[in-house]
């Protein structure tokens, strides 16, 4: 898209055909594959769009989650700076920034100057510094947005801290809900307890909160959202924020509980799966969601339950089993795992866990604990599993086909020219044309 106004996209056409905002081209023999479209100044939101599905299309995203729970107490921006190189030499296409915005708790989740770039990680002069780094080297830079809720900076309605006067968005008590002490309407979602949950059913909030996207994006420079607490409001807010942000890549964060019995975790974990799909559906398909099911099914099944890695229909049992280019897959973030160790995947397997999410469908996470904190060994680890990935062309809607799921063995073949294992359990694939591509405790991989 250049200064003159016309900018020109090549859409191409395979068997299945395109149905998109030119028309729809199945069934049209005589269409050639390749078709150049010229559009106008005031179609740049559709090419946007088109470069943001293309992202989710491609499905070759690999993420890192940058920060943990205490990155706030080190020179943070600074300290990511100088990863930047190894990050992107390693393959990851985004890293996922804490909330870079000024806030009541240092961790940034407890937002209220909205437009004040200086936080606990840092100045917003070293923050455009390592905006521009990573810019340089091609990492897309991921925004916590964080639009639940936020603290007030003046005693309103109720005594509560409820209006946001002297700083920039100088909401008053009509933009927390009434459920969570304001003027507004209730909630659309689930309540985070404790502080001002904000209002989006207002207009006023949405257009407020869609100018700081816009700013974020454009004037920022951050090209990826990650939406935190996303059952706090209605999904259709999402929606709405991505198609007049227009961020290259959005996952949601729908965390709830999985199901649970006497015994521990249940087996079928449909419901729990098809609860983040919802959320999906109603964000208008725009955004992916953290595959929360996955990360509960696959730190039970590394302990000796590996047999819960295939569900009932010989699928994997997760949100990437269902759909899995809308699945991020994961094993620990700054809140299961870090030092809050609310939900940590267990220590001795982690690279149990890397193989699993690694070489499988959906679009990996990594955490950065485990990539930086861990030692060499497990940085070099992770890293020859993304290599594998890559070279052997595994993408997020890669074929699958589990050949053994017993407590102490899981194999499978993922898009014909990768076989893994994991467990303790003894298995290789049958076939000369297979090699050894990398192994590690408990873990193997095969190629083509």
């Known amino acids: 898209y250049g200064d003159s106004g016309v900018a020109t996209v090549v859409i191409e056409v395979n068997d299945k055909g395109w149905k998109g905002v030119t028309g729809d081209y199945r069934n049209n023999p005589t269409l050639p594959t390749y078709q150049r479209v010229v559009f106008n100044k005031a179609d740049k939101s559709v090419l946007l769009y088109i470069f943001a599905v293309a992202v989710i299309r491609n499905g070759k995203e690999i993420l890192l989650q940058a920060f943990n729970w205490e990155s706030h107490k080190y020179d943070w921006w600074r300290n990511l700076e100088r990863k930047v190189p190894d990050i992107a030499k390693s393959g990851f296409t985004s890293a996922w920034l804490p909330p870079a915005t000024q806030s009541f708790s240092p961790e940034g989740y407890l937002p209220q100057n909205l437009y004040s770039l200086n936080s606990s990680y ?16 091609k990492v897309r830079a991921m925004a916590d947005i964080v639009v639940n809720h936020r603290i007030g900076t003046t005693q309103g309605h109720g005594g509560m801290y409820n209006r946001y006067d002297g700083i920039p968005v100088p909401w008053d008590e009509r933009a927390v809900t009434s459920c969570t002490g304001g003027l507004g309407n209730r909630s659309s979602g689930d309540n985070f307890n404790g502080v001002p949950n904000i209002d989006h059913t207002q207009d006023f909030v949405r257009k407020d909160i869609i100018e700081w996207l816009r700013w974020l994006r454009n004037t920022v420079g951050f090209q990826d959202f990650r939406f935190d607490f996303a059952r706090g409001y209605s999904p259709k807010y999402v929606k709405e924020y991505i198609e007049c942000a227009k961020p290259i890549f959005s996952v949601g964060e729908y965390w709830d509980s999985c199901n649970y019995n006497g015994r521990g975790l249940d087996y079928n974990q449909d419901s729990h799966r098809q609860r983040i799909i919802h959320w999906i559906d109603a964000a208008g398909q725009l955004s992916t969601a953290f595959d929360f099911t996955t990360k509960g099914i696959l730190q039970e099944a590394v302990k000796g339950e590996l047999w819960r890695l295939r569900d009932s229909q010989g699928k994997p049992p ?30 001795n397997h982690i690279m149990e866990g890397y193989a699993y999410v690694l070489t499988h469908p959906g679009i990996p996470s990594v955490f950065y604990d485990h990539f930086y904190d861990w030692g060499g060994s497990t940085h070099d680890q992770i890293v020859k599993l993304m290599d594998i990935r890559r070279s052997q062309d595994i993408h997020s809607r890669s074929s699958i086909r589990i050949l053994e799921a017993k407590s102490n063995l899981y194999a499978a073949v993922i898009g014909e020219s990768v076989s893994m294992k994991i467990g303790d359990g003894s298995w290789c694939p049958s076939g000369r044309e297979w090699t050894l591509a990398t192994s590690g405790h408990r873990y193997a991989v095969w190629q083509k």
Do not use: E
Request: without cysteine; glycine residues 8%.
């Open 122 to 137: 840092g100045s917003q002069h070293l923050l455009k510094a390592l905006l521009q780094k990573m810019k340089q080297y």
């Open 318 to 347: 997760g949100v990437m089993g269902w759909w899995p280019s809308r699945a991020v897959t994961f094993i620990d973030n700054h809140d299961t795992g870090s030092t809050q160790a609310h939900w940590p995947f267990p220590a």
